[in-house]
């Protein structure tokens, strides 16, 4: 059964069940199928043969979800576009993807009020279900293609693990649809019957207002960033008593500072805390763990977990995928499975690039920096954040991790400091247990520049640390690392 055949059995056996709140608004199963039904009967007559994607653009709207389902029940895939995009990249991405149709929250309400019955047919494993765009080292934005049979296999891995309970979950939607990381909530609560409880912009934006709603949810499952959470244990109140309910948290996107998962397990000490990895090209998530005491005991970075079944990941030495590297030694962490996009939306070049073939799988090479240890894997960030710094090469990730192992630290951004395009020195940016104040600014860097001192060469130290509250997000729900570079 696909995910459009499991949402429309919910809309049979409880169609009054509430898919999707957002602030003041809900919509019903039975809404849902109605709506996303007389959409696609809609499409298929307006663009009869034309089959290219639909550009759905909106924030939290309820009519995105009947958008993404009617746009996919008439044969199409869609993209999901945040209305914050700069318009001049809103226009390549339209370009690149050829778009025919731009739906609107208004506009989708306005072709879905009408009653049509459409004929249900089964999605082909290699049908296109949607197309997101995410940056590309070269400034230009790439379409990533994610099939029916992609999303399937996702799903049927995270039911699987998670037994989520059927018509009883709550899951929390804090990542925008247009960031692959929503695909996690969105589906797994439609193919459960569950609600999603959407949180805009404008609540993240007013603390008193999100914790409020936080309180009124109702929530079973939290997805999110990490750098969200963080944001949230902010407030002393954030904890088991502000959601009773709550039985898990699922992350996705970020690394999982230690830190972070120890204060969430005293506040919440009967949720469950999950920690996963997967770039859009593998379909959200491809590798998950729980974080338990005894892994909290046992390694000072948190691992990432193992691989979902049928698929495999593999870590090669630089250059040249088809080595391996002994375990516990770093690498390019590559991963092979059926859940791998087939490519880049019209560009065979960096498709041939970055994908390939891997014992008759598709097999994509992340660029991500990981290694194996104890049958998990670790990841140690981005291969293009690595700098050269008086002569020495520098993995800026490294130390960031070592960072964050430091007693009382939340999380650790580190960035070059560059001048005529030259790197002359490092500098952390820090949250820690007092944000940005401290007894002694003074005291505290030299108390950090000696812990790392224990754990790092001195060409790694940072020059500067700069202690903030909380890190600029990303509308995606990341560190925003351009701004930190800004404040430099």
């Known amino acids: 059964m696909d995910i459009i055949q499991q949402v429309d059995r919910w809309a049979r056996v409880a169609p009054q069940a509430v898919a999707h709140v957002s602030g003041q608004r809900q919509l019903t199963y039975g809404e849902l199928r109605e709506r996303s039904d007389a959409l696609a009967a809609h499409l298929a007559q307006r663009l009869k043969n034309d089959f290219s994607p639909i550009a759905v653009l909106g924030h939290r709207e309820p009519e995105m979800l009947i958008a993404f389902l009617g746009v996919v029940k008439s044969g199409r895939p869609y993209l999901p576009l945040d209305p914050l995009l700069p318009r001049r990249r809103l226009h390549r991405i339209l370009n690149t993807a050829r778009v025919q149709l731009v739906l609107t929250p208004a506009e989708t309400a306005a072709f879905s009020g009408s009653r049509a019955e459409l004929p249900l047919k089964a999605l082909r494993n290699d049908d296109p279900f949607y197309i997101l765009f995410t940056s590309g080292s070269t400034g230009e934005p790439k379409g990533v293609i994610i099939t029916a049979g992609c999303l399937h296999h996702f799903l049927t891995w995270m039911l699987m693990e998670q037994q989520f309970i059927e018509s009883g979950e709550i899951f929390l ?247 005529q395009g030259r790197t002359t020195s490092l500098a952390a940016f820090v949250v820690s247990d007092n944000g940005a104040e401290c007894e002694s600014a003074s005291k505290r860097v030299d108390d950090l520049r000696q812990a790392l001192g224990e754990r790092l060469p001195a060409y790694m130290i940072p020059r500067r640390f700069i202690f903030l509250e909380a890190f600029p997000m990303t509308p995606n729900g990341k560190a925003d690392r351009s701004r930190l570079t800004a404040l430099l």
């Open 173 to 419: 939607n804090q990542a925008p649809f247009s960031f692959d990381l929503s695909v996690m909530d969105l589906y797994c609560s439609l193919a459960t019957g569950g609600t999603l409880f959407s949180i805009g912009r404008d609540l993240v934006a007013n603390p008193k207002q999100l914790y409020l709603a936080l309180s009124n949810s109702g929530l079973t499952t939290w997805v999110s960033t990490p750098s969200f959470a963080q944001l949230c244990l902010a407030e002393r109140k954030f904890g088991q008593d502000m959601l009773p309910r709550l039985r898990r948290f699922l992350f996705c996107g970020e690394t999982l500072a230690r830190e972070t998962a120890e204060r969430l397990r005293q506040r919440f000490p009967t949720a469950q805390i999950w920690n996963t990895y997967g770039p859009t090209e593998a379909t959200v998530a491809c590798t998950s763990v729980q974080i338990t005491d005894a892994i909290l005991e046992n390694y000072s970075a948190l691992p990432v977990g193992r691989p979902m079944p049928g698929t495999a990941i593999f870590v090669t030495g630089e250059g040249d995928h088809a080595r391996p590297v002994p375990l516990g030694t770093p690498g390019e962490i590559i991963i092979a499975g059926p859940n791998v996009s087939p490519g880049y939306l019209a560009r065979p070049d960096l498709t041939a690039r970055a994908f390939s073939e891997d014992n008759g799988q598709r097999a994509y090479c992340t660029g991500d920096r990981g290694r194996f240890s104890d049958g998990l894997l670790f990841f140690e960030g981005r291969m293009d954040h690595q700098i050269k710094f008086n002569g020495y090469r520098i993995e800026l990730g490294d130390i960031e991790g070592n960072l964050r192992a430091i007693s009382g630290i939340h999380d650790a951004i580190v960035l070059p400091v560059t001048k």
